[in-house]
């Protein structure tokens, strides 16, 4: 299923295809596309003419021009001069979902000169194949064949001009970042019924299968033995064994980059039960691990020379006559307590094992992705993931990464005033600092694990998935993290 996209040097009105996408910036029909006008009969200059098409950002007019392409879907890219990765990347994303759309198996998109503007050759590459991912995917396997069922888009043909040299080795890393990506996305969207931990834990083993990574996976009576007590914590309420999974890949000695994800494949709230509204989206607690399956995929596709380490702690939070209760004391696996408040606040405990388990990697670098708190939703809306951290050199690599990558970070303090919010009566900290500064009480409960390494926290409760359609993308899990972790370990910004 996952789309497969080639790059040809075929010049555009020559090219056979059902759907021809093209990318061109505001303005007049650019000149590189006199040709293709001419074997269509003048029908794209007639458009602009008409004035029925400028090229602004996100605009499109589909076409059926009679020449060898059976439909021209023309995309605007907005102003040449403002042209750049996500514009790009936009541009076939929304091609993409429009041939997913209209049921052709296969298409063409073209890239016009005039479209990249000064976006170098190599990110275009990278950004077109990331963007025709995004567009293309989709979700259908749980619904019954329709009666008469529409082709799924399974090619795209990539027509460049023949001055863009290095277009080649960025679509190579744009398709593997792509595929990551989707598999994010299949992964997260997949209920919970389905998506258990010990599924996620097949998927990580897969993945070291195809490509060669070493994959350890903890099951239930492994993490009691490790002493990973907060994890079980959370996981005693359930019918469900828990999961700590832990994937590496060795591209390079010395010390790794670790990625932690959240892995709570369902998340009730436990006893301090969550409302009925909504409560379904909560199969995508699972988001963070998904990330970091999602940034093996890439690795396992590119094989950097580079050492990362992925864990993903894995449980369900539900309430039950076993379940974790307010008012608990558990010893963490790093030793220091904590008093459950809210046995909601469930990422932060199964997350602080696994940053202790972190230590016997010295690691270079820790980042952990987790759809933590609802109260990130309330900060930064949908458009936006929060970052904290220990180390302002990491965070700033962690929001350039992002720049490329078109998911951007915003940062959040973790002032020492902040500190008392977690503070308890009877333990070394409570596991809920209430509504004030939520995501950034969550941010400290975390930091009280990280004292050995560089750290920084990712909270993408806002990001990682939507509740509806753009035109780039269907609604749904977006694989957020893929890319920027993919970028993070190529390390090119
Ligand atoms: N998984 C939720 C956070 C969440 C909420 C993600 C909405 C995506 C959308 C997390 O486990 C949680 O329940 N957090 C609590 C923490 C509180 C009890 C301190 C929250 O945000 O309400
Ligand atoms: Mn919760
Ligand atoms: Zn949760």
Redesign the pocket.
């Known amino acids: 299923m996952p789309l497969d996209s080639a790059i040809r040097t075929d010049v555009p009105a020559d090219f056979t295809t059902p759907l021809l996408a093209i990318a061109v910036p505001q303005g007049a029909m650019p000149a590189s596309l006199d040709a293709l006008d001419r074997a269509s009969g003048g029908a794209i200059q007639r458009i602009y003419a008409a004035k029925d098409f400028s090229g602004k950002k996100d605009e499109v007019a589909l076409l059926y021009p009679g020449g060898k392409a059976e439909r021209v879907l023309l995309i605007g890219t907005g102003k040449a001069d403002d042209a750049d990765r996500d514009r790009l990347r936009r541009a076939a994303a929304i091609a993409a979902k429009r041939a997913q759309a209209l049921g052709v198996g296969t298409a063409a998109f073209h890239l016009t000169r005039e479209a990249r503007g000064a976006v170098a050759p190599r990110d275009a590459g990278q950004a077109v194949a990331e963007g025709l991912g995004q567009g293309a995917w989709q979700f259908i396997e749980m619904k019954r064949p329709p009666d008469e069922p529409r082709a799924s888009l399974t090619r795209v043909d990539i027509l460049v001009a023949p001055d863009a040299a290095g277009f080649d080795e960025g679509h190579r890393i744009g398709a593997a970042i792509a595929a990551g990506q989707a598999l994010a996305r299949g992964v997260q969207v997949l209920p919970s019924n389905v998506c258990t931990p010990s599924y996620l834990a097949g998927v990580a083993e897969d993945l070291g299968r195809r490509h060669g990574f070493t994959v350890t996976v903890l099951d239930k009576a492994a993490i009691v033995a490790e002493g990973m007590r907060t994890l079980m914590a959370v996981a005693q309420g359930s019918a469900e064994e828990p999961r700590f999974i832990v994937l590496e890949h060795r591209g390079a000695g010395g010390s790794p980059t670790v990625l932690v994800g959240k892995g709570?494949t369902f998340?009730t709230?436990g006893i301090?039960i969550?409302p009925a509204q909504s409560m379904e989206?909560?199969k995508?607690?699972m988001s963070g691990a998904a990330a970091v399956l999602g940034t093996f995929e890439a690795i396992g596709r590119i094989k950097p020379d580079a050492h990362v380490i992925g864990l993903i702690p894995s449980t369900e939070?539900m309430p039950s006559g076993t379940a974790l209760k307010p008012g608990d004391v558990i010893r963490s696996h790093l030793g220091k307590t904590i008093e459950i408040i809210?046995t909601?606040?469930?990422?932060r405990l199964i997350l602080c094992d696994a940053l202790s388990w972190a230590r016997r990697y010295k690691p270079a670098r820790v980042v952990d992705l987790a759809?933590?708190?609802?109260?990130m939703?309330i900060a930064l809306g949908h458009t936006a993931t929060g970052v904290m951290g220990t180390d302002e050199g990491l965070i700033e690599r962690l929001r350039a990464a992002g720049e490329r990558a078109g998911e951007r970070l915003w940062p959040l303090p973790l002032w020492d005033e902040y500190r008392d919010l977690i503070k308890s009566d009877i333990a070394d900290m409570k596991n809920?600092?209430?509504r004030p500064a939520?995501s950034i009480?969550?941010g400290w409960f975390l930091r009280e694990f990280t004292d050995e390494f560089p750290w920084a926290h990712l909270d993408i409760?806002?990001t990682?998935y939507s509740d509806r359609d753009d035109p780039t993308r269907v609604k749904g899990p977006t694989g957020l993290g893929v890319r920027l972790c993919t970028e993070l370990v190529l390390d090119r910004s």
Do not use: C, F, P, R
């Not at 909601?344 to 990422?347: F, H, L, V």
């Not at 759809?371 to 109260?375: F, I, K, S, V």
């Open positions: 709570v998340d709230g301090s969550k989206d909560m995508y607690d939070n809210n909601d606040a469930e990422g759809t933590l708190t609802g109260a939703v809920s600092g209430g939520g009480s969550a409760a806002g990682a």
